[in-house]
């Protein structure tokens, strides 16, 4: 069985920073792509950031420039640092990994204040 465990959320004002961690444990040998989504009220959850087994990264275009993905594979962890947030970049943010199957944090909270 595989877990991931998300932390780093919280409530920040427009401007400021937080780094999101997801540390996945369990019967993993080796990950290939893991990654961040998110869901804001209302609307569908979208990807924010992606980061292969090899280090290849993709963005939405709305956290290009603000958003960094990196990974720990030793530590089977992947960061999302996010900076200059805007009230905009509020949501629930999901990790995930990929290994044979797809597996989904249980989510974390974002609020960015005006």
């Known amino acids: 069985q595989v877990q991931l465990v998300e932390s780093g959320g919280g409530l920040v004002q427009a401007g400021g920073s937080l780094r999101l961690t997801c540390a996945a444990s369990?019967?993993?040998?080796?990950?290939?792509?893991m990654g961040w989504y998110r869901q804001a009220p209302g609307k569908q959850r979208e990807l924010v950031a992606r980061i292969t087994s090899g280090g290849s990264t993709n963005y939405a275009d709305s956290v290009k420039g603000r958003f960094t993905i990196s990974r720990d594979n030793a530590k089977h962890t992947v960061y999302l640092q996010m900076n200059s947030l805007k009230p905009e970049d509020t949501a629930v943010y999901y990790c995930?990994?990929?290994?044979?199957?797809?597996?989904w944090g249980q989510g974390t909270q974002v609020t960015v204040s005006s």
């Open positions: 369990g019967s993993i040998f080796s990950i290939n792509a």
């Open positions: 995930h990994i990929d290994v044979k199957y797809r597996y």
